[in-house]
């Protein structure tokens, strides 16, 4: 009785001080770019918030217009441009059903309907990464491939200049 009473007076403070700690870091954290992605039954909306009009869909290419040397299934018409070396935030949003995988880049947030999740990535190395939906909930939809490509600032930079 004596120890039970004891840890539960431990454990009240300090799950308290260990809740608001994860809800600071989460919530108030100040990254250098914001990505909101939208995922949809068959592709994925994604929004730059912090470059206003930057908007686009994207969604798997089909297998009779691929062409050589792309890869089936893990291509998309429209890739994410992202810098390296600077923190992001990945807003995650979910129109139907759960799903979002970055599992390349160790993340894997997934996307619920009706909740906002959030991951936050920093990577030092460019590249081209390639991922897919592990979660197989519908036909076909284990195939969402997500294409992330992480360049320098600079790049990224004419990159968003040249689209907008």
Same mark, same amino acid.
């Given at each position: 009785?004596?120890?039970?009473?004891?840890?539960?007076?431990?454990? %009240? /403070?300090?799950?308290?001080?260990?809740?608001?700690?994860?809800?600071?870091?989460?919530?108030?954290?100040?990254?250098?770019?914001?990505?909101?992605?939208? %995922?949809?039954?068959?592709?994925?909306?994604?929004?730059?918030?912090?470059?206003?009009?930057?908007?686009?869909?994207?969604?798997?290419? /089909?297998?009779?217009?691929?062409?050589?040397?792309? #890869?089936?299934?893990?291509?998309?018409?429209?890739?994410?441009?992202? /810098?390296?070396?600077?923190?992001?935030?990945?807003?995650?949003?979910?129109?139907?059903?759960?799903?979002?995988?970055?599992?390349?880049? %160790?993340?894997?947030?997934?996307?619920? /309907?009706?909740? #906002?999740?959030?991951?936050?990535?920093?990577?030092?190395?460019?590249?081209?990464?390639?991922?897919?939906?592990?979660?197989?909930?519908?036909?076909?939809?284990?195939?969402?491939?997500?294409?992330?490509? #992480?360049?320098?600032?600079?790049?990224?930079?004419?990159?968003?200049?040249?689209? #907008?």
């Amino acid at each position: 009785m004596f120890t039970a009473r004891k840890l539960s007076q431990m454990y %009240g /403070p300090t799950s308290a001080y260990v809740y608001m700690y994860i809800i600071y870091n989460r919530w108030n954290y100040n990254p250098s770019l914001t990505i909101e992605t939208i %995922g949809h039954q068959w592709y994925c909306s994604y929004e730059y918030t912090d470059y206003g009009d930057l908007k686009f869909d994207s969604s798997v290419i /089909p297998t009779t217009d691929l062409k050589p040397g792309e #890869l089936w299934l893990l291509e998309v018409d429209n890739q994410v441009i992202l /810098p390296i070396e600077i923190s992001i935030r990945i807003n995650c949003i979910r129109r139907c059903s759960i799903f979002m995988s970055c599992v390349s880049l %160790g993340l894997k947030p997934d996307a619920i /309907p009706g909740l #906002l999740n959030q991951a936050t990535l920093t990577s030092t190395w460019p590249g081209l990464y390639y991922n897919q939906s592990p979660e197989i909930c519908r036909s076909n939809h284990s195939f969402m491939p997500i294409v992330l490509e #992480l360049v320098p600032l600079k790049c990224f930079e004419n990159w968003a200049t040249s689209i #907008l």
